[in-house]
């Protein structure tokens, strides 16, 4: 389990205006650290001798450290505190990790924890500055609803990649239970060797869908990430055809999210 060790208490007094900073700081790194990862960092790996596929594993490895240095600075600096129980779970060849996705940094913790993992991402990502060289460095596969970009997420899970991958589509709105849809179960059951549920707890909520980064909430944020048991895909696939199965298997992966998220 990665628990975060308790950081260095400050004062209640100006608390809310230092997180309310260090949140903006914690953006504005974000953004340089994509440029730094673009411009700087990954051509430098680039130019290292190795295979197409060992450049990607460089790249997906830099954006993984790179990932897990921003969850430090934001720990660090009082803007939250997480635990991450069963991380050492993930990363295996093969694996589809389904998370729900309750605030925008859920991916950012989820691949700071994982060296060398593909995940689906939304394609506005690909006319970002600040995030266009990454996720094209990374492979990393766009959510564009195709029936290729399902064929393609699928190709990665039978070549022994770990998929990241949000059933929603789009973050949660508060207090609102999460919604799947079926995209996630038909690549599992395409590809998958494992399906390993994760499931995130935000609280209080901060930065949902279409809220601004500076409605930050009276008190520290808790991020809690837990990784559930793995599901067999094939204990679907045997039941019945693909449509049928992939149905089934979204069902169950929604009551499953329903159930451990309540308790």
């Known amino acids: 389990m990665d628990l975060a060790a308790?950081?260095?208490?400050?004062?209640?007094?100006g608390n809310y205006v230092w997180r309310l900073l260090a949140t903006g700081a914690s953006f504005l790194l974000f953004g340089l650290g994509g440029?730094?990862?673009?411009?700087i960092v990954l051509p430098l790996l680039g130019l290292l001798p190795g295979d197409a596929k060992t450049r990607r594993r460089r790249a997906r490895a830099a954006i993984s450290k790179a990932f897990?240095?921003?969850?430090?600075?934001?720990?660090?600096?009082?803007?939250?505190?997480?635990?991450?129980?069963?991380?050492?779970?993930?990363?295996?060849?093969?694996?589809?990790?389904?998370?729900?996705?309750?605030?925008?940094?859920d991916v950012v913790f989820l691949i700071a924890h994982i060296r060398d993992a593909n995940c689906i991402v939304k394609q506005s990502l690909w006319r970002n500055p600040c995030t266009r060289g990454p996720v094209c460095r990374a492979q990393y596969i766009s959510n564009n609803g195709s029936p290729e970009m399902l064929e393609e997420a699928a190709d990665a899970l039978r070549g022994g990649e770990t998929l990241i991958v949000f059933p929603e589509g789009t973050r949660t709105a508060p207090d609102h239970a999460p919604v799947f849809h079926r995209g996630a179960a038909a690549i599992a059951l395409r590809g998958a060797r494992v399906i390993t549920p994760v499931f995130i707890t935000v609280r209080p909520t901060t930065l949902t869908k279409a809220e601004p980064w500076y409605r930050i909430p009276e008190r520290r944020v808790k991020v809690t990430l837990r990784v559930g048991k793995d599901i067999d895909p094939d204990s679907f696939n045997a039941q019945a055809p693909l449509p049928i199965a992939s149905r089934r298997l979204n069902e169950y992966l929604h009551q499953l999210f329903l159930r451990e998220l309540s308790s």
Do not use: C, D, K, W
């Open 6 to 13: 308790n950081p260095v208490r400050r004062s209640s007094a």
């Open 35 to 39: 440029l730094v990862l673009r411009v």
């Open 68 to 105: 897990y240095l921003h969850v430090q600075f934001m720990y660090r600096s009082g803007t939250l505190e997480y635990v991450f129980e069963g991380a050492e779970q993930l990363g295996r060849p093969g694996q589809m990790i389904i998370a729900n996705h309750p605030s925008l940094i």
